[in-house]
């Protein structure tokens, strides 16, 4: 038998030879088929909606065209003759068989199709009755074939695509004629293709949702939050499940946390090894409060959770007080706030020192009460980690002021601040280099004439994007005596970051653009994360 026959598909021709994983091509040569690269291939939607949506899905199949009652179809099993024989008599069309990456078959079916398209296909072939009494018992272990219902499969099946995605969040959102669904990767949200007839199964999906989450599934007015733990493919993945009434009904927010791929250790932080070090002298300090600062979703968890263990031993009693609490950490008492109790993180903190704690987490210093109790806490001994949300480093000094803290105490307690971004890192597998021109680059960001840089270009690696993965950018301002006087004084951000800068604080911009310099982001992504009107805009 000789060599399989490689071919790629653009549009409807199949006449250029494509690069394929060798184990295809060898099940390919072995069967005697043809392997076809579908990465550039346009799928014929009219075709498409010829067949059994469910069928397609189900059995990996993709047609990709029609010469008369003959169909060319990609498959991704070639032993599966007896779908291809069911093809038949549901269509009355004879298929010519190519063997294709179950990937690529499944991704195109997708795109096409949505998300689930199959699963809405059996859904829609119900009665109305049967729609309307749809209701699935709660389960904790996604993909169970034993799961029957149709809803109970479509509520899987989104969830294991956002998994697969390594989307951070999921987004159902009702319009008044559409449901939209969107995952966020890597930052950034984007519009997930779904089926348009799965507007009509939007309350069974939050109903789903909420028994999951062990919700109220009758209460539609007020917020509700639930948490989910789900085992996907042998990973245990942690789901926060928040639901709020809109205008056209129920809308869903829930944040993926996959606790099989979380590295708690300072060498996941990425930290260089100046700031690295810098970093570990200030929290093996014996007592003060240091501060991580950042949007939501900027990493600050995980870099408090890594400093923990890094400094964590048996001679040290460590205690958190988190709302919620992401990850279970081994010789740390950790406690969940209960805000409906009055178990509040002021209130939480009170109980925390009367166990005699050496270090102390607080998840996030919201208001006065938490920021004195935290101030009060690093001054009788403790070493206090907490979260607040600011522009930068310097201005952390002026919010806390700005709770009523008087400025001496802060200039006294404040060890430092850690501000910190993610930004997307490019694809290694298809960025491109690039010679900008002067202007093209930004006035504060120095280039040597000549310089290369690199930009996003977009691949099957890493789904056409250009990236893949976020990494931190960081800037650590250490309070220094200067700093303690301008606290003091009740000086400005801009004059506290100012004195830091001339200390040798890198900024955020300065560490992002050396990221860009080493070819690990884009100049696009530095100013869209960290633009330069950032650092003065306060």
């Known amino acids: 038998m000789g060599p399989a026959q490689v071919i790629s598909t653009h549009s409807d021709n199949f006449d250029q030879r494509g ?18 690269d579908l990465e550039n291939h346009e799928v014929d939607i009219e075709l498409l909606r010829g067949f059994p949506s469910q069928d397609l899905f189900r059995e990996r199949i993709l047609p990709l065209r029609r010469e008369g009652n003959r169909v060319t179809v990609a498959v991704a099993d070639p032993l599966n003759l007896e779908a291809l024989q069911d093809l038949t008599m549901r269509t009355g069309l004879y298929p010519d068989a190519v063997l294709a990456a179950e990937e690529q078959i499944q991704r195109h079916l997708k795109n096409a199709l949505g998300v689930g398209g199959g699963t809405v296909q059996e859904l829609v072939a119900m ?23 149709s809803v109970v499969k479509l ?53 789903r949702l909420k028994i ?71 929290i093996h300090r014996p007592h003060g409060l240091i501060l991580v600062t950042g949007p939501t979703g900027s990493g600050k968890t995980t870099t408090l959770y890594s400093s923990l263990c890094e400094i964590r031993r048996p001679d040290l009693k460590i205690i958190t007080i988190e709302d919620p609490v992401e990850y279970n950490l081994r010789q740390i008492s950790q406690i969940h706030v209960q805000s409906r109790i ?22 996030e210093i ?22 607040v949300h600011t522009n930068d480093a310097a201005s952390t000094f002026t919010r806390l002021i700005d709770m009523g803290i008087e400025p001496y105490l802060v200039a006294s307690t404040l060890q430092g601040v850690l501000a910190q971004r993610l930004i997307r890192r490019l694809c290694s597998s298809c960025r491109t280099p690039w010679i900008p021109d002067t202007e093209q680059v930004p006035d504060d960001c120095p280039l040597p004439p000549g310089t290369q840089l690199w930009k996003a270009n977009g691949c099957r690696e890493c789904r056409g994007s250009g990236y893949s993965g976020r990494i931190a950018i960081f ?43 080493a070819g690990e982001t884009s100049l696009e992504e530095l100013i869209r994360v960290c633009p330069a009107d950032d650092e003065g805009d306060h």
């Not at 109220?216 to 709020?244: C, H, M, Y």
């Not at 951000?493 to 890198?506: F, S, Y």
């Open 342 to 363: 009055g178990l509040s993180f002021a209130a939480g903190l009170r109980s925390i020192l009367r166990h005699d704690p050496d270090v102390v987490l607080i998840g």
């Open 155 to 207: 509520v899987n099946e989104l969830i294991i695509e956002a998994v697969g995605m390594g989307a951070s969040d999921i987004h159902i959102e009702p319009e008044e004629d559409d449901l939209e669904v969107r995952f966020r990767v890597d930052g950034l949200l984007h519009i997930q293709p779904m089926p348009a007839e799965i507007q009509r199964f939007r309350a069974a999906i939050v109903s």
């Open 19 to 36: 690069a394929l994983p060798d184990s295809l091509t060898r099940l390919a040569e072995q069967f005697g088929m043809a392997c076809v």
């Open 475 to 517: 800037e650590m301002l250490s309070t220094s005596s200067r700093i303690r006087t301008l606290c003091m004084q009740h000086s400005d951000a801009a004059e506290i970051r100012n004195e830091a800068v001339r200390d040798g604080m890198v900024t955020l911009r300065q560490n992002g653009w050396n990221r860009v310099l």
């Open 366 to 387: 919201r208001d006065s009460e938490t920021a004195i109790s935290a101030i009060q806490a690093s001054m009788t001994g403790h070493l206090v980690f907490s979260t």
């Open 212 to 282: 999951m989450a062990k919700m109220n599934i009758a209460e539609k007015r007020l917020p509700q939050d639930g948490r989910i733990q789900l085992t996907i493919r042998g990973r245990e993945i942690d789901v926060r499940v928040s639901v709020i009434p809109l205008v056209h009904g129920e809308s869903v927010v829930m944040r993926l946390l996959d606790k099989s791929r979380s590295q708690l250790n300072l060498d996941a932080v990425q930290f260089s090894p100046e700031l690295r070090r810098r970093w570990q002298s200030m």
């Open 127 to 149: 009665s109305k009755e049967e729609i309307d009494t749809l209701q699935a018992a709660a389960g904790d272990e996604i993909g169970d074939a034993s799961q029957a219902s």
